[in-house]
């Protein structure tokens, strides 16, 4: 077999590295590769590639190989996810979420393709999966590139469209559903490899710290000591409430994607409409409450006038899909997660949602620039800096009327108390200030 490296004269040079600078196992992971796919003589191109602000855990490569097997010329096109060193994040293992990653894309995903098509579920109604290699291991992820067959990621720029929200809601759906299924049809795998399934994140005073600058940046544009003095004190409210609804138990659990945003899809275009998404990024995968994953979604990926306009019709779209998907399966809906269940259960956690919002904002907005560097300095040194578009995402929070939003769904009695309340406030009515402020800038 010869191999040869090869550069892609219509890119730039920069982006371009050799297959020597692959680390040893990553490189002999795609020359394994190269030899099960059957080329005999074959180059490669490589690309580092941007994933436009929204992976923190992992540089990606773009690897592409040409060649002659036995049955004529052939292309293969990889996408690699090779992990970063993370020297002073400390909120997360980069082992344990890479092994996370390893274990959905080498087993349960087979376990899901093998599922699905037992029953003969549509094409078009599948829970969609990208090709994984099993050459995946701990420290890099393998996959087929979606880019060469037309999906494109998300651009955090251009807002979110309802179609791409009701594609990925209706994927969110199938994705939890089939936790249902696996405990119905293999009930010692769902015991032994899915109810097993850990949260990663770490909530230490690293943490802590990180989340009180993030507050800080609303309380310096607050004019009223008063309201400073509130926003200081909630502040350990938001420590403990954001752990209590990610590690507390649920009446209803499933395995969580755990970090579902737009930046995690791709999404396919036809005439320039789109037809199709896929979910990736399953490092933070665990066992929990399922409307956490729909709250995460509908809060990092919508600002205030959408929700206002389509919240209620994503929350029906996913029930419906829910029960759609699993009715394949003979399985009823109102068995596993009845419609009752469902309202309640997003209800009681709404202001996890409202939370969430918060601490996103670093997140969802960072500087590209930041993210290239994620891990050199802990959570609590890094700069809250937010790039542009940060001010029309906020919007959410804006004027307020948050807490009036959030009203118009849920009661007062519904778990939410009255500090919590005045914190949502005080954050719509400082971002208020903090817009206009930003926009000078």
Known sequence: MSIHNINDSNKSCNNFISLSDFSKDLK??????????????????????SSKGGNFLG????????????????????????????????????????????????????????????????DNEKFKLPKGYNESYEKAIILENLARKGFEIYNRNNGISLKLAELTVEQLAKFHGLSFVIENRIPEY??????????????????????????????????SDFLKDKVKKLVPKMHSKLQEYMLDCSPIEVLCHGDYKPQNIMAKKLNGEIIEVIVLDYQLIYYGCPINDLLFFIFSATDRQFRKKYMEHLKSLYHESLK??????????????????????????????LMTGVYMSYFQFVREDDV??????????????????????????VDGSVYIQARQVIDMSSGIDRETWELIEVIGKSIKKSKSTMHKD
């Open 28 to 49: 002999e992971a795609i020359i394994r590769i190269i030899k099960k796919e059957g080329y005999d003589r074959c180059q490669i191109s490589k690309r580092i590639i």
């Open 324 to 353: 759609k998907f699993l009715e394949h399966f003979k399985i009823d809906v109102e068995n596993v997660f009845s419609r009752q269940q469902f309202e309640q259960t997003f209800k009681d956690r709404l202001e996890y949602g």
């Open 59 to 122: 540089t990606l490569y773009e690897v592409d190989i040409t060649g002659i097997t036995k049955d004529g010329y052939k292309e293969t096109n990889l996408f690699i996810k090779e992990a970063k060193v993370l020297k002073k994040i400390r909120i997360i293992s980069i082992e344990n979420v890479y092994s996370n990653e390893v274990f959905f894309y080498n087993e349960l995903a087979n376990i899901i393709v093998d599922l699905q098509n037992k029953v003969n579920v549509p």
């Open 190 to 223: 769902y015991k032994t490899s899915i109810k097993c399934r850990k949260q990663q994140m770490i909530f230490d005073a690293d943490w802590n710290i990180f989340i009180t600058n993030v507050c800080s940046k609303i309380i310096d544009v607050l004019e």
């Open 372 to 397: 290239a560097h994620f891990g050199e300095r802990a959570l609590s040194e890094l700069d809250i800096n937010p790039c542009d578009g940060y001010k029309n995402w906020i919007r959410g929070y």
